[in-house]
Nanobody, 120 residues
Framework: QVQLVESGGGLVRAGESLSLLCTGS????????MGWYRQGPGKERELVAH???????YYADSVKGRFTVSRDDSEYRLHLQMNSLQPEDTAVYLC??????????????WGQGTQVTVSS
């Protein structure tokens, strides 16, 4: 099993920055990819950014150029640096980890989420 805990959410004004941190524990050795999702009010959950096991990254079009995702495998931490935040970025941000396929932790793991609110 893998446990994920997010931190760093809060209330900021449009144009400001915020950094999120996800810390993994448990069977972290069998984590493959890690990423951040978000779910805004009345919206479906969407993928924001993801780091694959080989190190390649994916960003949603809406955050490209503003958000940066990075991963520290030595401590199983996932960072999300969010710059130039806009009101439409307001959402609960959730950390996600994908277990290696076919391993004992072959599953999707989720943190409890952290609220990010951007005022105009």
């Amino acid at each position: 099993q893998v446990q994920l805990v997010e931190s760093g959410g809060g209330l900021v004004r449009a144009g400001e920055s915020l950094s999120l941190l996800c810390t993994g524990s448990g069977d972290t050795g069998c984590i493959s990819g890690m990423g951040w999702y978000r779910q805004g009010p009345g919206k479906e959950r969407e993928l924001v950014a993801h780091i694959f096991r080989g190190g390649s990254k994916y960003y949603a079009d809406s955050v490209k150029g503003r958000f940066t995702v990075s991963r520290d495998d030595s401590e199983y931490r996932l960072h999300l640096q969010m710059n130039s935040l806009q009101p439409e970025d307001t959402a609960v941000y959730l950390c996600n980890a994908v277990g290696v396929a076919g391993s004992k932790c072959d599953a999707n793991y989720w943190g409890q989420g952290t609220q990010v609110t951007v005022s105009s």
